[in-house]
């Protein structure tokens, strides 16, 4: 939506708050329209039964009248519906008019009240003055702001208008009800609105706004599912989806949807994203990376049949509780990157059509998936025709009962790693696996083991460029295995275990060919043993297919017929073993071949060319949180006739992890650190060093787990310590009594005032207390016969810091007449 119609939008809004939206006069006729649209006619004949208060002035009319609701955003106005005389012009409305329609002057000032309070838009699309006049630019038509339906959805009043070639239907502040839009009967048969061939009218919504404070209702599936017109959504940051658990389906069959601001979308508490985005055919792009996907257990189709999606980035996702993947990514056809770098699956079963046509990725990143407790992975990569590669080699199928198609046309696919864990143990369904991978060359599918008879038929069906395949563990009970082929003048290699049997279709004549690897002719349509059960023997293609009693692993190829010279073929084994810290051992088998000329002398001695060259590939050791390696990797090494096979054994140790305290003062600055080591996994308990002079506001955490992160702080609050301390001050009162002898007595009173003292140890900083009082005690002066003291008594006094702290009070004696 363009911000001209944003702002057309928002002004019809101001608009019906201020003077009421104008509606046809026909359109709210009760008697005309009965009989046309009850439904609306009754709606709107009881809605224009009742008058509003505004400012205790009642506006009414005798006329047929146009009722408007309150706006929520504008709290200065009664939600009793206002009534207004009706119009068939929207281009100016003064307030002037207004009262003088209603013969009430008040109402100007509802106007005035709103006048200062709206700009002149510089597109000239609304404009309120100080002329107290609403303007509307009348290039829409009237029904623009005029609701073709209204009503309340949970607790979110909505309404529903027409702008142009739109239909908008705006939620207002309140929770949405549950479910979705179309299984809502209000949303099914909006009056009117039953055009272009929609039988339900929901299907024509081309837009939807939220405003502010719009709660998503807790079971949030199927929200927008089937709103095939849907175009776009405005306002989804004002959707808050904190308590939604389920969002299954909830944009499902948006086929219109070009773009989703999903940036406010809160999904910590969601548990279900079933199909969620199923059938947005017309998106592009989905930034999901605040998406918080800890609780979510199914993700099942989410993104099924986003046709134009070309990247995908869930490098954020977290998927531990996921259960079911299958068709997640199915017909994603456009997709070109797809970022899986975080993926945990060790709890996913489900993983049937999970890539099914995704046609446009050329690879897929798959390191990270562990499918150990996966069960079903039926055409996970059927049609992935534009992969070339793909490594599976650290895939254990412990508990994969169903392969069926796994790879069916992957027609550009021309390498498939497997590790030794891929073994098919369940045996199971695994007819069709390699169905029409037309670019395979070489299959080694030796880590392949089924104890159990499963179904092979069709496996290598169209696989029409298969060189060399080994199915040498491939076992079941004798006569119940068959691996199928047709087409297929290129499989010259076949290395086999026992009771398996080989079916051959449309084999044609290979005589004259090029045994593929040689430089040697094919000079017979016979295969030849040339290892294992009965070393030599030829067999027919079709003896071949019906041969039983085989009791060892045995290699099949072309008749080259004898040959002077021979190739000597030797394997080179090095094993790696990754002891983990968990005690599981990760092995990886690196083999190399080598070989050399073996040429048959007359004499019947041989004679033995130079061995070939190999090498073992580097391996880089992966990297785990909290732990060394014994070595990064284990380097490359060339290959000789000398090389003998090699294990290698690489071990974890802890690294000391480093936790650090930091002590903040209240306003958070950082006053000291303390730092503690140890190692992941070790619960360390805490001791707090403050730094001097401070102290714990309260206490904080006495344990911590130490992770592997390096990087975990502890933030301890302190405050300044105060330390207490007192003195004292000793006030001396003297009373001197001059005898008329000549002699002097003197009496001295101590008072000892107190004051605590204290001390910041951080700023050094001192505050005193406040002192005590004391007390000098009242003095009888002794009374001398014939003289008269020049004061009988020295009166008892409170003695304050105030005061000097020495005193003196002299006595005379003056002799009587």
Same mark, same amino acid.
């Given at each position: 939506?363009?911000?001209?119609?944003?702002?057309?939008?928002?002004?019809?809004?101001?608009?019906?708050?201020?003077?009421?939206?104008?509606?046809?006069?026909?359109?709210?006729?009760?008697?005309?329209?009965?009989?046309?649209?009850?439904?609306? @006619?009754?709606?709107?004949?009881?809605?224009?039964?009742?008058?509003?208060?505004?400012?205790?002035?009642?506006?009414?009319?005798?006329?047929?009248?146009?009722?408007?609701?309150?706006?929520?955003?504008?709290?200065?106005?009664?939600?009793?519906?206002?009534?207004?005389?009706?119009?068939?012009?929207?281009?100016?409305?003064?307030?002037?008019?207004?009262?003088?329609?209603?013969?009430?002057?008040?109402?100007?000032?509802?106007?005035?009240?709103?006048?200062?309070?709206?700009?002149?838009?510089?597109?000239?699309?609304?404009?309120?003055?100080?002329?107290?006049?609403?303007?509307?630019?009348?290039?829409?038509?009237?029904?623009?702001?005029?609701?073709?339906?209204?009503?309340?959805?949970?607790?979110?009043?909505?309404?529903?208008?027409?702008?142009?070639?739109?239909?908008?239907?705006?939620?207002?502040?309140?929770?949405?009800?549950?479910?979705?839009?179309?299984?809502?009967?209000?949303?099914?048969?909006?009056?009117?609105?039953?055009?272009?061939?929609?039988?339900?009218?929901?299907?024509?919504?081309?837009?939807?706004?939220?405003?502010?404070?719009?709660?998503?209702?807790?079971?949030?599936?199927?929200?927008?599912?089937?709103?095939?017109?849907?175009?776009?959504?405005?306002?989804?940051?004002?959707?808050?989806?904190?308590?939604?658990?389920?969002?299954?389906?909830?944009?499902?069959?948006?086929?219109?949807?070009?773009?989703?601001?999903?940036?406010?979308?809160?999904?910590?508490?969601?548990?279900?994203?079933?199909?969620?985005?199923?059938?947005?055919?017309?998106?592009?792009?989905?930034?999901?990376?605040?998406?918080?996907? @800890?609780?979510?257990?199914?993700?099942?189709?989410?993104?099924?049949?986003?046709?134009?999606?070309?990247?995908?980035?869930?490098?954020?996702?977290?998927?531990?509780?996921?259960?079911?993947?299958?068709?997640?990514?199915?017909?994603?056809?456009?997709?070109?990157?797809?970022?899986?770098?975080?993926?945990?699956?060790?709890?996913?079963?489900?993983?049937?059509?999970?890539?099914?046509?995704?046609?446009?990725?050329?690879?897929?990143?798959?390191?990270?998936?562990?499918?150990?407790?996966?069960?079903?992975?039926?055409?996970?990569?059927?049609?992935?025709?534009?992969?070339?590669?793909?490594?599976?080699?650290?895939?254990?199928?412990?508990?994969?009962?169903?392969?069926? /198609?796994?790879?069916?046309?992957?027609?550009?696919?021309?390498?498939?790693?497997?590790?030794?864990?891929?073994?098919?143990?369940?045996?199971?369904?695994?007819?069709?696996?390699?169905?029409?991978?037309?670019?395979?060359?070489?299959?080694?599918?030796?880590?392949?083991?089924?104890?159990?008879?499963?179904?092979?038929?069709?496996?290598?069906?169209?696989?029409?460029?298969?060189?060399?395949?080994?199915?040498?563990?491939?076992?079941?009970?004798?006569?119940?295995?068959?691996?199928?082929?047709?087409?297929?003048?290129?499989?010259?290699?076949?290395?086999?275990?026992?009771?398996?049997?080989?079916?051959?279709?449309?084999?044609?004549?290979?005589?004259?060919?090029?045994?593929?690897?040689?430089?040697?002719?094919?000079?017979?349509?016979?295969?030849?043993?040339?290892?294992?059960?009965?070393?030599?023997?030829?067999?027919?293609?079709?003896?071949?297919?019906?041969?039983?009693?085989?009791?060892?692993?045995?290699?099949?190829?072309?008749?080259?017929?004898?040959?002077?010279?021979?190739?000597?073929?030797?394997?080179?084994?090095?094993?790696?073993?990754?002891?983990?810290?968990?005690?599981?051992?990760?092995?990886?088998?690196?083999?190399?071949?080598?070989?050399?000329?073996?040429?048959?002398?007359?004499?019947?001695?041989?004679?033995?060319?130079?061995?070939?060259?190999?090498?073992?590939?580097?391996?880089?050791?992966?990297?785990?949180?909290?732990?060394?390696?014994?070595?990064?990797?284990?380097?490359?090494?060339?290959?000789?006739?000398?090389?003998?096979?090699?294990?290698?054994?690489?071990?974890?140790?802890?690294?000391?992890?480093?936790?650090?305290?930091?002590?903040?003062?209240?306003?958070?600055?950082?006053?000291?650190?303390?730092?503690?080591?140890?190692?992941?996994?070790?619960?360390?308990?805490?001791?707090?060093?403050?730094?001097?002079?401070?102290?714990?506001?309260?206490?904080?955490?006495?344990?911590?787990?130490?992770?592997?992160?390096?990087?975990?702080?502890?933030?301890?609050?302190?405050?300044?310590?105060? @330390?207490?301390?007192?003195?004292?001050?000793?006030?001396? /009162?003297?009373?001197?009594?001059?005898?008329?002898?000549?002699?002097?007595?003197?009496?001295?009173?101590?008072?000892?005032?107190?004051?605590?003292?204290?001390?910041?140890?951080?700023?050094?900083?001192?505050?005193?207390?406040?002192?005590?009082?004391?007390?000098?005690?009242?003095?009888?002066?002794?009374?001398?016969?014939?003289?008269? @003291?020049?004061?009988?008594?020295?009166?008892?006094?409170?003695?304050?810091?105030?005061?000097?702290?020495?005193?003196?009070?002299?006595?005379?004696?003056?002799?009587?007449?």
């Amino acid at each position: 939506m363009n911000s001209k119609k944003l702002s057309v939008r928002t002004m019809g809004t101001f608009l019906g708050l201020v003077c009421g939206i104008v509606l046809n006069h026909q359109a709210v006729h009760a008697d005309t329209n009965e009989q046309e649209n009850p439904r609306v @006619a009754t709606s709107l004949v009881e809605t224009t039964e009742s008058t509003a208060n505004i400012n205790n002035t009642e506006l009414s009319n005798t006329n047929t009248q146009t009722t408007v609701t309150n706006n929520q955003e504008s709290p200065n106005l009664t939600d009793t519906p206002t009534t207004y005389p009706a119009t068939n012009d929207v281009v100016g409305v003064s307030n002037s008019n207004v009262a003088d329609m209603n013969n009430d002057a008040s109402n100007s000032d509802i106007v005035n009240d709103y006048s200062d309070s709206v700009a002149s838009d510089n597109d000239g699309t609304s404009t309120v003055n100080d002329t107290n006049n609403v303007v509307v630019n009348n290039d829409e038509s009237a029904a623009t702001n005029t609701p073709l339906a209204q009503g309340t959805w949970g607790t979110s009043k909505w309404d529903y208008t027409q702008d142009g070639a739109d239909y908008v239907l705006t939620f207002h502040a309140g929770t949405l009800g549950t479910g979705g839009i179309n299984q809502s009967k209000e949303f099914h048969d909006v009056p009117n609105l039953k055009s272009n061939n929609y039988d339900d009218s929901y299907k024509q919504i081309t837009e939807i706004v939220f405003d502010k404070d719009v709660v998503a209702n807790v079971n949030s599936s199927k929200l927008f599912e089937g709103l095939t017109n849907l175009k776009e959504i405005i306002g989804l940051k004002n959707l808050d989806t904190a308590n939604v658990t389920n969002m299954t389906n909830m944009f499902s069959g948006c086929e219109s949807l070009i773009s989703l601001d999903l940036s406010n979308f809160d999904t910590s508490n969601v548990t279900d994203m079933y199909e969620m985005f199923q059938g947005c055919k017309s998106l592009t792009s989905l930034d999901l990376s605040n998406f918080n996907t @800890a609780n979510v257990t199914d993700m099942e189709a989410m993104f099924y049949y986003c046709t134009s999606l070309t990247d995908l980035n869930l490098s954020t996702f977290d998927t531990a509780n996921v259960t079911d993947m299958s068709w997640m990514f199915q017909g994603c056809t456009s997709l070109i990157n797809l970022n899986l770098n975080s993926f945990n699956t060790s709890n996913v079963n489900r993983m049937a059509m999970m890539f099914e046509s995704c046609n446009s990725l050329n690879s897929i990143d798959l390191s990270s998936f562990d499918i150990s407790n996966v069960t079903n992975a039926t055409s996970m990569f059927e049609n992935c025709s534009s992969l070339t590669d793909l490594d599976l080699s650290n895939f254990d199928t412990a508990n994969l009962y169903y392969s069926f /198609r796994m790879f069916e046309n992957c027609k550009n696919l021309k390498n498939i790693k497997f590790g030794s864990k891929f073994t098919l143990s369940k045996g199971g369904v695994i007819a069709e696996m390699f169905y029409g991978c037309s670019s395979l060359k070489n299959l080694d599918l030796s880590s392949f083991y089924t104890p159990v008879s499963p179904d092979f038929s069709y496996m290598f069906y169209d696989c029409t460029d298969l060189t060399n395949l080994d199915i040498s563990h491939l076992t079941g009970e004798q006569n119940k295995v068959y691996i199928f082929f047709n087409t297929n003048n290129n499989l010259a290699h076949i290395v086999v275990g026992p009771d398996v049997r080989l079916e051959f279709s449309n084999i044609q004549n290979r005589v004259g060919q090029i045994m593929p690897g040689t430089n040697k002719k094919v000079i017979s349509n016979d295969w030849v043993a040339i290892s294992g059960y009965q070393k030599g023997k030829h067999y027919t293609s079709d003896e071949l297919a019906n041969l039983i009693g085989r009791d060892q692993i045995t290699t099949y190829e072309w008749d080259i017929g004898q040959s002077l010279d021979d190739q000597e073929v030797k394997a080179v084994t090095r094993t790696i073993n990754v002891h983990q810290p968990n005690g599981q051992v990760q092995t990886e088998n690196q083999t190399a071949m080598i070989e050399r000329t073996v040429h048959y002398n007359d004499d019947g001695t041989l004679t033995y060319g130079d061995w070939s060259k190999a090498q073992w590939d580097n391996y880089p050791v992966s990297a785990v949180a909290g732990y060394q390696a014994s070595m990064d990797n284990v380097v490359a090494q060339g290959i000789d006739g000398d090389t003998q096979d090699q294990t290698v054994d690489i071990y974890y140790t802890p690294i000391e992890q480093t936790v650090t305290i930091q002590y903040l003062d209240p306003a958070g600055n950082e006053v000291g650190t303390q730092t503690l080591t140890g190692y992941a996994g070790e619960i360390y308990n805490l001791h707090y060093r403050v730094p001097n002079g401070y102290e714990l506001i309260d206490q904080p955490q006495t344990t911590i787990t130490i992770d592997a992160s390096g990087k975990q702080v502890i933030q301890a609050y302190v405050e300044d310590q105060i @330390a207490q301390s007192s003195e004292s001050k000793t006030m001396l /009162r003297v009373i001197n009594v001059h005898y008329p002898s000549g002699a002097t007595k003197h009496e001295n009173q101590l008072a000892v005032l107190h004051r605590n003292l204290y001390v910041d140890q951080v700023t050094h900083e001192t505050i005193y207390g406040t002192w005590s009082t004391g007390n000098f005690d009242e003095y009888h002066v002794p009374v001398v016969n014939g003289y008269t @003291a020049s004061q009988p008594l020295v009166q008892g006094v409170t003695v304050t810091s105030a005061d000097h702290s020495v005193s003196t009070i002299d006595i005379y004696y003056s002799q009587n007449s």
